[in-house]
């Protein structure tokens, strides 16, 4: 176990805060998608949060980056204390919802519900920023509401740069002007993204998506062995 301190807490969505962990010198291994136990130092509670950065971030920056929801009085639990400096015991990594080491698929179909996007995040800039060698990146991130979309700024500007498609959709109405799609995901949100019968899928989210994705990508010629779930949240 590691005790690591918050060096920056973001807001990311009225939900949920992005939370920088220093490594302050140490080595962290870990695979892209995995997660860490984290809870205040000295207390015994501690809870699992996906690492949303790639491990070619960490080893850059020097620090983690998890997405955590909170409460509406801006506290994710009595757990954890979200403030810049304070230290946090760290377990893990922990968890077999990873990116591959070596794929040989080079179309890679990411789908995200809610805060299930930060280990595809992870997947999604390790496959690009590792050199993986890939030939399409697509993402599909559905959310409650418009300003429920953690990172969108951040997928928005490689979507415009030509790194990969992106797609959003919401779940639920909205005062605000919204021009994406609406509603639950369907075939058609996914045919857009799924360029050949050999892309290998990831899927993060509330139990509702994680169930539905996999019948859906099959019907658009997936084969099962290449769809990898989690559910989250």
């Known amino acids: ?25 140490h080595t962290f ?12 130092h000295g207390q015994d509670v501690r809870k699992p949060y996906s690492i949303a950065s790639a491990p070619e ?20 639990g009595e757990h ?13 990594p922990v968890g077999g919802f990873t990116f591959p080491l070596e794929p040989v698929e080079r179309n890679f179909v990411f789908v995200a519900g809610g805060t299930g996007i930060a280990p595809l995040r992870a997947m999604l800039r ?39 498609d992106f797609a959003q959709t ?12 609406r509603g639950r995901i369907t075939r058609d949100h996914l045919r857009h993204l799924v360029h050949a019968p050999d892309t ?3 899927i993060s989210g509330p139990r509702a998506l994680v169930e539905d994705m996999p019948r859906l990508l099959e019907e658009l ?3 099962r062995d290449r769809i990898r779930i989690e559910e989250w949240g």
Do not use: K
């Open 221 to 223: 010629g997936v084969t």
């Open 29 to 40: 291994e870990f695979a892209a998608g995995q997660a860490v136990l984290i809870g205040t």
């Open 170 to 181: 919401i779940t639920r109405e909205t005062d605000r002007d919204w021009d994406g799609h």
């Open 80 to 92: 954890l204390t979200l403030e810049p400096g304070t230290a946090v015991d760290v377990e893990g």
């Open 1 to 25: 176990m590691l005790t690591l301190p918050i060096i920056a807490v973001v807001p990311a969505t009225p939900r949920a805060r992005i939370v920088r962990l220093g490594l302050n010198g």
């Open 57 to 76: 971030d960490a080893q850059r920056d020097a620090h983690i980056e998890l997405l955590i929801g909170v409460r509406e009085n801006g506290a994710p």
């Open 200 to 202: 290998l899928c990831f």
């Open 126 to 164: 390790h496959a690009i920023l590792g050199r993986r060698q890939a030939r399409h990146v697509g993402l599909l991130y559905s959310a409650r509401t418009p300003d429920e979309f953690a990172f969108a700024d951040e997928f928005r500007a490689m979507a415009a740069d030509g790194t990969i």
